[in-house]
C-alpha cells in the first residue's frame, strides 16, 4: 500500500508539478516577457516589463530572477492574482512577507536557493491552496507557518536541505496535519552529518519514539539518536543514553529500545548485574562505567554481552585491583565486535601471582586495550612499584620481594645443613679415634649395651 503510494507521488512530483518550469526554458538565455492564454497569463525572464495590463494577468512566472533578494511587494499590481511562480532562480532571501491577496490560490517559490523564511511570509495568504517550496535549500520548517492557512490543501516540500531536529516532530506519524497537506511528505529526506539521507518522517518517528520511552526512565538521563543504520533492508536508530554524574547506587533499570551506548560516568555504581539479568542491556555496544566503585567483573563471565555484543567497555577510575583475565581472553576470542577497552586509573594489585599474567594479557591486546600504558601499580609506601605502568615492569620487579624471601630462606638452610653435617662428622671422627686407641665404644652404644 505504501509502495504505490509513493508511486503516485514520484508521478506528481516529476510530471505534474514541473510544468511550470518547463515553460522557463524557453528563455534560458533573453531577458523578456511572453503571455499566454488570452494574455492571462504573463512569463517573465529575469525581470519584469510593465507594457502588458497587470489587472486581468491572472497567472505570473518569473524565472531566472536577477536579484539574489525578492521583495513580494511588486506584485501589488497584480489584484486579480491567482497563481504566481518565482522558480528557476538564484533567489535566496524574500525580503517580506506576502501581503493579502484574496484571489491568490497558488504559490510556486521553488528551484531556488532560499535558506529561511520569515516566521510570517505566509500568514496573509488566507486563501491559499498550494504551496510548492521544492528545491531549494530549507532547513527547517515550523508547523504554523502552514496550520495558519485555512484553506491549505497541497504542500510540496521534497528536494530541500532538512534538519531532522525536534522542530520537525510535528510532522510524525502521531499528527497527520502532515500527511493530508504535504503531498510528497513519504519523500522528504534528512540532511546533516548525522542522518543525511534518511527518511525524515521515519527519522522524526524513531525520534518522537525515544523522547516517549526516555521519559519513562525514573533517572535523570538524556537520550540521543546518534545514528540511524541500515540493517537487513530496515532502518535501526543507534541510542545514546548519558546518565553521568547522577548519583546513582546502581544501573538504570529501563533503557528504550535499541540503546546502543550507555554512558554512566561519575556515579557510586558497584554491581554489574544488570548485564546479565536485563534483556535490555544483552544487546548494548558501548557503555562506559568511568570513576564509579566498581571492584569486580567476575559476574560477567560467560556473559552473552561480554561473549558477542560488546565493542566498547570502559572501566577508569573504579577499584579493580585484579580481574580475571581468561573471562577477558575468552570474550576477545569470540566476540570478533571488540574494539576499545580501558582500565587505568584503577588500584592494581603488582605481585608476583596476579601481575605477570596481566602484564602478557595488556601486551597480547594493546590493541584493543586504549590506555596500557596509563594502566598502574597501586600506591603502596615504601613500594618501588607504586604508580609504575605495570606494562613496563620486569619480572624480575615484579617478583623481587618473593625472590630475596626464597633466597634468604635457602641460605639459611645450606647453613644450618652445612653446621648439623660438620657436627655428625667430627663426632664419627672422635668416636673411631677413641676406639682405636682405648678400645672404648661411644658413650651413647654404652649407655644402651
Not at 48 to 68: G, H, Q, R
Not at 224 to 244: D, F, G, K, Q, Y
Not at 304 to 326: C, D, H, M, Q
Request: aromatic share 12%; hydrophobic share 40%; with cysteine.
Amino acid at each position: 500500500m505504501i509502495s504505490v503510494r509513493l508511486f503516485f507521488l514520484v508521478i506528481i512530483v516529476r510530471y505534474l508539478q514541473p510544468v511550470l518550469n518547463d515553460i522557463c526554458s524557453n528563455f534560458k538565455n533573453e531577458s523578456l516577457c511572453q503571455t499566454y492564454s488570452e494574455e492571462k497569463e504573463l512569463v517573465c525572464a529575469r525581470e519584469l516589463w510593465n507594457k502588458y495590463d497587470k489587472k486581468v494577468i491572472s497567472t505570473l512566472s518569473l524565472c531566472y530572477w536577477s536579484e539574489a533578494n525578492f521583495n513580494p511587494q511588486i506584485l501589488s499590481d497584480f489584484p486579480n492574482l491567482e497563481r504566481f511562480s518565482l522558480i528557476k532562480s538564484s533567489v535566496k532571501t524574500i525580503e517580506k512577507p506576502f501581503e493579502d491577496r484574496p484571489a491568490l490560490q497558488m504559490l510556486n517559490i521553488s528551484y531556488n536557493v532560499i535558506e529561511q523564511l520569515l516566521p510570517l511570509i505566509f500568514d496573509k495568504l488566507q486563501f491559499l491552496k498550494v504551496l510548492d517550496l521544492r528545491y531549494n535549500k530549507l532547513h527547517q520548517l515550523e508547523a504554523s507557518m502552514l496550520k495558519i492557512l485555512p484553506n491549505l490543501q497541497n504542500v510540496f516540500l521534497v528536494g530541500n536541505q532538512w534538519y531532522c531536529e525536534e522542530n520537525f516532530l510535528w510532522i510524525t506519524k502521531q499528527s497527520n496535519f502532515a500527511d493530508k497537506i504535504i503531498t510528497d511528505v513519504d519523500l522528504l529526506m534528512c540532511k546533516g552529518p548525522k542522518y543525511n539521507g534518511k527518511p525524515l518522517k521515519q527519522t522524526m518517528n524513531m525520534l518522537e519514539t525515544l523522547n516517549s520511552q526516555c521519559s519513562k526512565m525514573s533517572d535523570n538521563c538524556t537520550c540521543t539518536l546518534e545514528h540511524i543504520v541500515r540493517v537487513a533492508n530496515n532502518l535501526r536508530p543507534m541510542i545514546t543514553v548519558n546518565c553521568s554524574n547522577q548519583n546513582l547506587n546502581s544501573l538504570p533499570h529501563i533503557l528504550p529500545k535499541f540503546t546502543s551506548t550507555l554512558v554512566v560516568r561519575g556515579n557510586m555504581i558497584s554491581s554489574l548485574d544488570e548485564f546479565i539479568n536485563n534483556e535490555n542491556y544483552f544487546h548494548l555496544l558501548n557503555v562506559y562505567l568511568d570513576y564509579n566503585n566498581i571492584s569486580s567483573i567476575n559476574v560477567l563471565e560467560g556473559s552473552s554481552w561480554l561473549l558477542s555484543s560488546f565493542r566498547a567497555l570502559s572501566l577508569k577510575g573504579n577499584k579493580l585491583t585484579e580481574v580475571p583475565i581468561y573471562v577477558l581472553e575468552y570474550a576477545f576470542e569470540k566476540n570478533r565486535n571488540v574494539a576499545n577497552l580501558f582500565l587505568s586509573e584503577n588500584p592494581w594489585k603488582c605481585d608476583c601471582i596476579f601481575t605477570p599474567s596481566f602484564k602478557d594479557f595488556l601486551a597480547k591486546y594493546r590493541k584493543i586495550i586504549k590506555d596500557v600504558h596509563d594502566i598502574k601499580c597501586a600506591y603502596r609506601e615504601g613500594d618501588e612499584n607504586s604508580l609504575v605502568s605495570i606494562s613496563s615492569l620486569s619480572r624480575n620487579k615484579i617478583c623481587y620481594e618473593d625472590a630475596i624471601f626464597k633466597i634468604s630462606f635457602l641460605k639459611i638452610l645450606n647453613v644450618c645443613m652445612t653446621v648439623l653435617l660438620a657436627i655428625i662428622l667430627f663426632d664419627f671422627t672422635y668416636n673411631y679415634y677413641m676406639y682405636k686407641k682405648y678400645s672404648r665404644l661411644p658413650w651413647i652404644v654404652r649407655k644402651f649395651s
